[in-house]
């Protein structure tokens, strides 16, 4: 119980801030912010809640978990000062979601598994969107503006809900073989057009592999990426200590220590 009352205490004292740096009185910068602008913001801050959580540090997760709810809270109270809503309206809005789609936790839905949670989920939100045309209906709730991996396997993450999809992951290979074949093709044209579409075709199959392994395509590239830089300071870091610079290094240099790089294991 105390722990419940020291959060809504200091819940209530930034609220309080963001009031105070939004007045008269506040701060010019912060007055000036319009919504598209900390929009962006929050995608800044959920990315780095996301390394927070690769890392596995607890007090950078702390951190920024406080700055994403920052922009959360600076959002809410840019719209209860133009009266389209306030914070307690969200925090009613998605309380009555969240138990509108957990029907077997609040209601009389019986579940055996957690693909029966998913397509009761999918079933519910195309209900709730059932004003709109099937079209928007399907794929209105993912975001046009997320990351083209991630939104691309949230959108066959939904169609295969629906049946459309490879029935076992054999059929997935073999599309992707196909597509490489393809892809072969198009650079053997020249059309850089062609080369594009194939390209993207293999970058959609690759999603849908992932999808089908359970495995998030997004966070999977994001950690080849950051394996990547750390083999690669330890390539720059290592011809640093023997004094030749990246420029003057050879590929030959470069491999050597990229192997060496690998077989410490560098991840």
């Given at each position: ?86 914070l307690?309206d ?11 789609r957990h ?73 992707l ?51 990547f ?15 030749i ?23």
């Amino acid at each position: 119980m105390t722990e419940s009352i020291d959060a809504q205490k200091e819940l209530q004292e930034l609220i309080a801030l963001i009031k105070k740096l939004r007045s008269p009185a506040g701060c010019p910068w912060d007055r000036k912010q319009k919504p598209q602008d900390i929009g962006k913001y929050v995608l800044d801050e959920a990315y780095e809640v996301t390394d927070a959580l690769e890392t596995k540090d607890p007090q950078a997760l702390k951190e920024e978990l406080g700055d994403l709810l920052f922009q959360i809270l600076f959002l809410a109270e840019m719209a209860a000062e133009l009266n389209q809503f306030s914070l307690a309206d969200v925090i009613a809005g998605i309380k009555e979601k969240m138990i509108r789609r957990h029907p077997h936790v609040f209601g009389d839905v019986t579940v055996t598994s957690v693909q029966e949670v998913k397509e009761n989920w999918q079933e519910i939100k195309k209900k709730e969107r059932g004003h709109k045309s099937n079209e928007d209906s399907l794929f209105a709730s993912i975001p046009r503006t997320l990351p083209a991996l991630k939104r691309a396997q949230k959108i066959t993450s939904v169609a295969s809900t629906y049946g459309f999809d490879w029935p076992k992951i054999a059929d997935v290979r073999g599309k992707l073989k196909e597509e490489l074949q393809e892809f072969d093709d198009a650079v053997k044209s020249g059309s850089n057009s062609k080369i594009e579409e194939e390209l993207g075709d293999i970058f959609f199959t690759l999603v849908n592999l992932s999808r089908f392994l359970s495995v998030d395509a997004e966070t999977t590239l994001s950690k080849t990426t950051g394996k990547f830089l750390r083999r690669f300071s330890y390539l720059t870091e290592q011809l640093s200590a023997h004094g030749i610079s990246i420029k003057e290094a050879t590929m030959a240099q470069m491999d050597a220590l990229w192997d060496e790089a690998k077989s410490k294991d560098i991840k």
